[in-house]
C-alpha cells in the first residue's frame, strides 16, 4: 500500500465538548473529619464538630464566580475553593449555613438564570 491509499483508509474524528447551563453536584459533607480539610487545604480552625464542606460543580465554569458571590451573602460560610476554570465551588462551616447557601445558589440558577440544576445532597 502507498501513502496515498493507507490516508484514505484513516478515520478522523472530531470531539466537542459544549457546556450546557446545569449545575450537576451539590453535595454537603456533614461533620467531615479533619483530615479532610487538611488534605484540601482548607481553613484548619474549625469546630469540627459543628462544621460542613459543601461541594458544588457548575457549567460553564465561570459560573463559579456568581454562585460564589451567592454563597457568602447568603450564609455565613467560608469559601474555601472557587474555580472559574473547572466550575467548582468548595465552601465551609456550620452544616446549617452550608446548606442554606448551597439552597440559595440552587435556586437562584434554576428560577433566575435558567439552569438546570440537581437536588441538594447531603451526608
Excluded at 45 to 56: L, Q
Excluded at 73 to 95: H, P, Q, W
Excluded at 116 to 123: A, I, S, Y
Aim: net charge negative.
Amino acid at each position: 500500500m502507498d501513502n496515498t491509499e493507507n490516508n484514505r483508509e484513516q478515520l478522523r474524528i472530531v470531539q466537542e465538548s459544549v457546556c450546557g447551563k446545569e449545575i450537576t453536584l451539590a453535595h454537603v459533607i456533614g461533620g467531615p473529619l479533619p483530615i479532610v480539610y487538611r488534605k484540601l487545604g482548607l481553613n484548619p480552625e474549625i469546630d469540627y464538630g459543628t462544621s460542613a464542606i459543601g461541594v458544588m460543580n457548575i457549567t460553564p465554569p465561570e459560573s463559579s464566580v456568581i454562585a460564589s458571590d451567592i454563597a457568602v451573602k447568603s450564609g455565613n460560610v467560608y469559601l474555601g475553593f472557587a474555580d472559574r476554570f473547572s466550575g467548582t465551588l468548595i465552601i465551609t462551616g456550620e452544616l446549617a449555613e452550608v446548606e442554606t447557601s448551597f439552597r440559595e445558589i440552587l435556586r437562584f440558577f434554576n428560577e433566575d438564570l435558567h439552569y438546570v440544576v440537581c437536588p441538594l445532597t447531603k451526608r
